[in-house]
C-alpha cells in the first residue's frame, strides 16, 4: 500500500522507496529520514499530504507519497 492510501494519525513502517530510478527523488525522500525500516504517519491530508518521520514533519505531494511504500 502506498502512503496516499493509510489511515489518518496511524504509524505505519516504510517498506519501500520505490521512484522508478528518479536519484534525485531516492536522495531527497531519503535526506527527509524516509527510507524502509522507518516509521511513518500521515498527520494531515489536503492537497498534499504532512507526515511525520522521526520528531519533524514534511509536506509532500502526493507524487512523492505514491513512491512510499508501507506495511499495513
Do not use: H
Not at 492510501?5 to 524516509?34: A, H, K, P, Q
Amino acid at each position: 500500500m502506498t502512503l496516499n492510501e493509510v489511515e489518518l494519525g496511524r504509524e505505519y513502517t516504510i517498506d519501500s522507496v520505490e521512484t522508478g530510478g528518479d536519484e534525485e527523488m531516492e536522495s531527497f525522500l531519503f535526506s527527509l529520514g524516509c527510507y524502509s525500516g522507518e516509521k511513518i504517519t500521515v498527520v494531515d491530508r489536503k492537497r498534499n499530504l504532512v507526515v511525520a518521520i522521526k520528531d519533524a514533519r514534511y509536506n509532500i505531494d502526493p507524487e512523492l507519497a505514491s513512491a512510499i511504500k508501507v506495511n499495513i
